[in-house]
Nanobody
Framework: GQVLVESGGESVQVGGALRLSCAFS????????MGWFRQAPGKKRDGREA???????????DYAGSVQGRFTISQDNAKNTVYLQMKNLKPEDTAMYYC?????????????????????WGQGTQVTVSS
């Protein structure tokens, strides 16, 4: 079956940087809509925010406005891994970060889908940004 495992979350200072990894198996490294999401403290699961999506195999990339210019999503096909490089971190970036794979087509893969259509999720990795 499909398995996704996130790693890389840490406690960092404001302005710091982190790279999150999402290693996946049972999922093709091409032609899938994958995304990074975050769930802020006190928010319920249905309040998860999509921060970045990528259509694997060279497809479009999309970012939430709140992270545009600070976060970069990328893929390493050889390692079956999707990354989220984060820089200039802010306290409001504090959250549990999840990766997920969804059924959206190349044309539909975007952050404005929210969590809809993303059926397979990892367990998450915690990012805490403190001043």
């Amino acid at each position: 079956g499909q398995v996704l495992v996130e790693s890389g979350g840490e406690s960092v200072q404001v302005g710091g940087a982190l790279r999150l990894s999402c290693a996946f198996s049972g999922i093709s490294s091409s032609n899938n809509c994958m995304g990074w999401f975050r769930q802020a403290p006190g928010k319920k699961r249905d309040g998860r925010e999509a921060v970045a999506t990528i259509y694997t195999g060279g497809g479009p990339i999309d970012y939430a406005g709140s992270v545009q210019g600070r976060f970069t999503i990328s893929q390493d096909n050889a390692k079956n891994t999707v990354y989220l490089q984060m820089k200039n971190l802010k306290p409001e970036d504090t959250a549990m970060y999840y990766c997920a794979v969804g059924h959206w087509s190349k044309a539909q893969c975007a952050v404005d889908r929210g969590t809809r259509g993303f059926g397979y999720w990892g367990q998450g990795t915690q990012v805490t940004v403190s001043s």
